[in-house]
T-cell receptor, first 110, second 113 residues
Framework: TQLLEQSPQFLSIQEGENLTVYCNSS?????LQWYRQEPGEGPVLLVT?????EVKKLKRLTFQFGDARKDSSLHITAAQPGDTGLYLC??????????FGQGTRLTINP | DAGITQSPRHKVTETGTPVTLRCHQT?????MYWYRQDPGHGLRLIHY???????DKGEVSDGYSVSRSKTEDFLLTLESATSSQTSVYFC????????????FGPGTRLTVT
């Protein structure tokens, strides 16, 4: 069974600080997605990485896929209150299904 | 964004009652999925579909059934609702290789009393 472990599960920081969220597995994934979910809404896709070592940037968010395609990280620079939400990583497994991490609940305090 | 809608958005029902949740997508995606989201468990796959009339079980399929008669519609049925099925249910579509990206609906909050 493929599992994805996210850490930390909860993170509360002040506006302007930097942070990193990790997504780790012992399994190899063909792709890795990051989603953000706000209360009362469905997850929204932020980025997909498919190549080992790949780095993608989305404004102040930087996503990296590990060289061995077993782990990923999300780094936010100069966090803002609008970054508050639940961040989910998901790995592309077999049969067109995704394996989801437990999520990181991020709170950015003004 | 994929156009995915779910209905109803909220529902309260009694134990033992049958319940059907509906998902509709306008992106002509072949794959569709039903998840439930509970505190401490993240998103767990209930059932998925890989085409019209083609469905398969996920990790938490007991007590649930699905049907897909058209590409755009995917129904989730709780044959006899139990309190343990109180949850938020999300539908998604997509899943194409190599990215496996999925696009989610807004969710249905179901309470079984």
């Amino acid at each position: 069974t493929q599992l994805l472990e996210q850490s930390p599960q909860f993170l509360s920081i002040q506006e302007g600080e930097n942070l990193t969220v990790y997504c780790n597995s012992s399994s190899v994934f063909s792709s890795l997605q990051w989603y953000r979910q706000e209360p009362g809404e469905g997850p929204v896709l932020l980025v997909t990485v498919v190549t080992g070592g790949e780095v993608k940037k989305l404004k102040r968010l930087t996503f990296q896929f590990g060289d061995a395609r077993k782990d990923s990280s999300l780094h936010i620079t100069a966090a803002q209150p609008g970054d508050t939400g639940l961040y989910l990583c998901a790995g592309g497994g077999g049969a067109q299904k995704l394996v989801f991490g437990q999520g990181t609940r991020l709170t950015i305090n003004p | 964004d994929a156009g995915i809608t779910q209905s109803p958005r909220h529902k309260v029902t009694e134990t033992g009652t049958p319940v059907t949740l509906r998902c509709h997508q306008t992106e002509n995606h072949r794959y569709m999925y039903w998840y439930r989201q509970d505190p401490g468990h993240g998103l767990r796959l209930i059932h998925y579909s890989y085409g019209v009339k083609d469905t398969d079980k996920g990790e938490v399929s007991d007590g649930y059934s699905v049907s897909r008669s058209k590409t755009e519609d995917f129904l989730l049925t709780l044959e006899s609702a139990t309190s343990s099925q109180t949850s938020v249910y999300f539908c998604s579509s997509g899943g194409q290789v190599p990215s496996y990206e999925q696009y989610f609906g807004p969710g249905t909050r179901l309470t079984v009393t």
